[in-house]
């Protein structure tokens, strides 16, 4: 059946701001109290899914979440108008308060794990909002991340988020890989993690930065989604890695198609991994495994300028597959002579594009992070929300809303003052006009 591999984006939403607020996330922690520029944010944003969409890739958008998110303030127990509780929580529980502001939703490759039709058992498509349950100011999106999903995916079995507790830890698809011959086959998906939901101490040191992912988290998504178990891989994600700054297997691993590209030092057992994807695939594909030593690129560089929190996409009439990676990766000498290594050979990669994310890159999130990858047949991507779609001309809508409502900068002082809280409501009251999401799409809209 005919298929393409669709991107949505997040845009990035008018409160973007440099909290330091991801425990384990380097770029986060290094850059927070900056100054950000969340109108250049947004159209760093856009320019990436006018690339995707100029390259003849599928591309849709989808919109930023309610920033202040003033529901959780008043379970913690702020009364009176929005004003009032958003004021009274700065002022009795700024770090509260702070948590609330952030546009991190902007990333939807934490949004939620993607099952095509081609792999589930009542051939539909399943998507699961992920709970995001290790960061306070991640944990409050999955509620707002459904109703995206149901409004983009009008057709598809939307779940709602696993339990929001530390046994079903879920950090949707940046945790998964899905593996082909062809976009409309079935595929292998495999799913990483970077600890059992109850860990028996070894006498180990405890580990540097938390582990988010649980197994248990993973196995009821690939339960409820009906995968093959014998299509379905699990991997543990080396502590390694994760101390070394990669709180997502996305920042160590990428695949596309046939091809899974990722660190030596990635994963806890790559021989194991290796062996069950090949089990898994017999007769649907033949893997393609990629492996970067850690000679060429220590763990450290691969981190720091994102080299696998790139897009790994095969563009139309191409044989290979383009690597898009943050202008980061080609200012990085050792991930630059990599990539150059890498596209001089006949492997899978053929060609690597450099793109400037960098207000993303800032605040730890790449190409990679900004998009959810979603497998859809033909007749699927016609049932999709129309207005979610990139198109020229809903691409300057986008633009033209941006260059309207958003701020040039934001300091972190900035992030108290209620005229932001009422800037912010009015562009998301706007946007919904634009994506044709209704007029009780956010909370602050429904009062």
């Known amino acids: 059946m005919s298929a393409q591999e669709a991107n949505f984006d997040g845009l990035i939403g008018p409160t973007h701001n440099y909290g330091g607020l991801s425990d384990g996330n380097l770029a986060s922690a290094k850059n927070a109290g900056l100054v950000s520029h ?33 529901p959780a303030l008043r379970r913690a127990g702020f009364l009176g108008n929005d004003r009032d509780v958003f004021q009274s929580a700065w002022k009795s529980d700024p770090i509260l308060a702070k948590n609330t502001m952030s546009a991190s939703n902007m990333w939807a490759a934490n949004a939620a794990t993607v099952s095509p039709s081609f792999d589930t058992q009542d051939g539909g498509l399943h998507l699961t909002p992920a709970n995001l349950s290790t960061m306070l100011h991640r944990s409050i999106e999955s509620e707002q991340t459904e109703r995206t999903l149901r409004a983009g995916f009008p057709f598809a079995k939307v779940h709602t988020a696993l339990p929001n507790q530390s046994y079903f830890a879920d950090e949707g698809a940046a945790n998964h890989v899905r593996l082909c011959s062809e976009r409309g086959a079935v595929g292998v998906e495999v799913f990483v993690y970077g600890r059992t939901a109850f860990v028996v101490s070894t006498g180990q040191p405890s580990p540097k ?15 409820s989604h009906g995968l093959n178990p014998l299509q379905t891989v699990f991997a543990k994600q080396s502590q390694t890695a994760i101390d070394a700054g990669a709180f997502h297997n996305d920042v160590v691993c990428v695949g596309a198609l046939d091809t899974l590209f990722y660190h030596q030092d990635a994963f806890d057992d790559t021989a194991l991994l290796q062996s069950e994807i090949r089990k898994s695939a017999q007769g649907l594909l ?3 495994f990629v492996e970067v ?18 897009m790994l996409v095969k563009r139309p009439n191409e044989d290979r597959l383009t690597l898009i990676a943050p202008l980061e990766t080609r200012e990085n000498l050792a991930t ?42 033909d007749t699927e ?25 958003y701020r040039d900068t934001l300091a972190p002082e900035d992030l108290s003052d209620p005229r932001l809280m009422d800037e912010s409501f ?22």
């Not at 990599?338 to 690597?352: F, H, K, S, W």
């Not at 991507?381 to 409502?405: F, G």
């Open 209 to 223: 930065f938390p582990a988010r992912q649980t197994r248990q988290a993973s196995e009821s998504i690939a339960r």
């Open 286 to 288: 033949d893997p393609k």
């Open 38 to 70: 969340p109108k250049a944010a947004a159209l760093q944003g856009l320019a990436k899914m006018e690339l995707m969409m100029n390259a003849g890739l599928w591309q849709g958008v989808f919109p930023p979440h309610q920033r202040p998110y003033i």
């Open 293 to 310: 030593p850690r000679q060429d690129v220590p763990l450290e560089d691969a981190i720091k300028a994102y080299l696998f929190n790139s």
């Open 336 to 377: 630059f002579a990599y990539c150059n290594q890498l596209i001089a050979g006949n492997g899978p990669i053929g060609q690597v594009d450099y793109i400037d994310v960098r207000q993303s890159m800032r605040n730890g999130g790449g190409p990679a992070c900004l998009r959810l990858r979603v497998t859809l047949s």
């Open 381 to 405: 991507w016609a049932q999709v929300n129309p207005k979610m779609k990139i198109t020229p001309s809903q691409l300057q809508n986008l633009k033209a809303w941006v260059n309207q409502y």
């Open 426 to 447: 009015s562009a998301l009251d706007a946007l919904t006009v634009i994506l044709g999401l209704g007029s009780d799409f956010y909370p602050f809209q429904r009062g």
